[in-house]
């Protein structure tokens, strides 16, 4: 792989954006969705489509698993993990549903699994099939924001021990790292040991984890941990890490879908030889299970070394990185809440973690009461049957200035989740909060459904 020319390191903010793809009228701050790749990448992209296309069969049978243990390694070296134990997937959903899939069929009737109101919906969406298809119960950790990280950690204990006093067993229990909805970062150091001691098994959902946040799975030894690379370490989509330590690896037997390297109640079945031509060292059972899931598009896990060095060359590193993304999240989701009047989400208000996203309450209401809590009067105060009329019309708001971000309602209010990035800076942050404030301002008048009357 051609090695990236050392620069000058450019300030973070918008002098960034000549390394990404945006229209010059676009201003990304939902980077934690779908991710961005810097124009270095997109060049490596090519690069690889172009050596596939050229002579496919040499490609994956002589070229590919060099690329795939080279993304591997460098991966486990920033997670400061044992490659062995670090395989891909597609994404983060996918790496949950191949742990449950596997374990699912091992557990007791009384077992259970643990999971939080604020748990990605996708996730509660597998937990709600497995449930009809396998039997498996589940318990859900009601709580609100703002909550600390002590409260948080005692309510996921006392959840433990009220199970086990109704003669259930808490046999696992899945943990976000930072929450996919809301933008905040979860204790889930302090869960992963409470976990250790409680004797539940901890099944991680970093989706928003890797290249926003430092991790050391070394340090955190969770039983489970998965992350997708596509969101904030600058590689395309879709690709994400499954870490499984050598201890829980015979539990994983199957790939979704089953792949070549399907481990059957008689044994391993072996790969093709066309899978195994060229691999650099022997591969273990459960790193085998993974090399070859179906003909599949990998051009992203190729990509993690060129990001890499992208992210150490150009951006100085990721110490760097983390910095500037929990500055900027801090300062420009403040700003954009001095504009509206509102607040920025919390979980602990004490916390000193790094983040480098969140969410902005709108000043629109759902069937508020007025005096149901502190907050000042809505601006609007919307029916059920009007939420999604009002997201529509700020969506499309927001849209004319080449903007676009998450909108959902928590507990009787609209929220919108923000991401910081390297190529964002405080003045973005204004110019969004002024924008949203107009946008507000005309639900207020009632313009976005016809007919509406005006909220005074």
Known sequence: MPSLCQEAQPPFGRSMRRYFGFDRNVTNFNHSSF?????????????????????????????????ILDSRTSVAKLLNAPVSECVFVRNTTTGISTVLQNIGPLFRKQDVIIYFESTYTTV??????????????????????PI???????????????????????RLAIIDTITGGQGVR??????????????????????????????????LRPDFFITSCHKWLYVPCSCAVLYVPERNQHLIRSTLPPSWGTITPTGQQPLPAMCVAAQVRPLSQFESLFEFVSASDDIASYCIPAALEFRRNICGGEKHIYQYLDQLAREGLGLVAASLNTEVLRGDLDSAHLNGMGAVRLPIAIAYQPGCDHREAPWANLDNSEVHSAIEFIWSFLGTHGMWMP????????????????????????RLGEILKEACGKIRLGQFKAGRKAVC
């Open 35 to 67: 991710g961005s790749i810097p124009t270095p990448i997109k060049d490596r992209i090519r690069q690889l489509q172009d050596e596939v296309e050229a002579h496919p069969d040499a490609f994956y049978t002589q070229k590919r698993s060099k690329l």
């Open 124 to 145: 509660q969406n597998i937990l709600s099939v497995l449930s009809g298809q396998m039997g498996i119960q589940t318990h859900k950790v009601e709580f609100p924001f």
């Open 148 to 170: 600390t990280n002590g409260e948080l950690t005692t309510k996921f204990q006392k959840t433990i021990h009220t199970l086990r006093q109704e003669g259930l067993n808490p």
């Open 186 to 219: 979860f204790p889930f150091e302090e869960m992963v040991q409470l976990c250790r001691s409680e004797g539940v098994q901890s099944l991680i959902d970093g989706a928003h984890g890797i290249g926003q946040i430092p991790l050391n799975i070394a340090e």
């Open 407 to 430: 909108i959902w309602g928590y507990r009787d209010w609209l929220w919108v989740r923000l991401s910081a990035q390297v190529y964002l800076e405080k003045a973005d942050f204004e």
